[in-house]
């Protein structure tokens, strides 16, 4: 599959996304639900702290696409939500969101501050689309 990345401006570069990506053509598409700060039980982990929250949840991004034969490379796009935008600017980077850039993933993106997600103590979700 190849991919092309749109870029208008370059703004968005230290950032680690890209306006739109074209892809194309694809063999298999994967749409993954929000992946959280949770347990293989789907029990909350690390109330109030972002950092760890978004590590979790990029690890637990990993472990879907892997287990749909997919990896990081493959993603071309995510949504994050969250219920704090600036505890969610300040520890993307150290919260794993580097993981991406590490692996050459530059993924169309679109970042939302929502009222509550599915758990109280949930800070952060991570959506993501990728293909092959």
């Given at each position: 599959?190849?991919?092309?990345?749109?870029?208008p401006?370059?703004?968005?570069?230290?950032?680690?996304?890209?306006?739109?990506?074209?892809?194309?053509?694809?063999?298999?598409?994967?749409?993954?639900?929000?992946?959280?700060?949770?347990?293989?039980?789907?029990?909350?982990?690390?109330?109030?702290?972002?950092v760890?929250?978004?590590?979790?949840?990029?690890?637990?991004?990993?472990?879907?696409?892997?287990?749909?034969?997919?990896?990081?490379?493959?993603?071309?796009?995510?949504?994050?939500?969250?219920?704090?935008?600036?505890?969610?600017?300040?520890?993307?980077?150290?919260?794993?969101?580097?993981?991406?850039?590490?692996?050459?993933?530059?993924?169309?993106?679109?970042?939302?501050?929502?009222?509550?997600?599915?758990?109280?103590?949930?800070?952060?979700?991570?959506?993501?689309?990728?293909?092959?």
């Amino acid at each position: 599959m190849e991919k092309r990345a749109i870029n208008p401006w370059t703004w968005q570069e230290a950032m680690g996304f890209v306006q739109a990506m074209e892809v194309g053509p694809a063999k298999r598409t994967l749409l993954c639900s929000g992946q959280t700060s949770v347990d293989a039980n789907g029990v909350p982990l690390h109330a109030g702290d972002m950092v760890a929250q978004l590590k979790q949840a990029v690890a637990n991004l990993e472990t879907v696409l892997v287990a749909g034969g997919f990896d990081l490379t493959d993603v071309v796009r995510l949504n994050y939500y969250t219920t704090d935008v600036d505890a969610f600017m300040q520890g993307a980077a150290a919260g794993g969101l580097g993981r991406f850039t590490e692996v050459g993933c530059h993924p169309a993106s679109t970042l939302l501050g929502v009222a509550r997600l599915f758990h109280p103590d949930i800070l952060v979700e991570i959506e993501a689309t990728a293909m092959k």
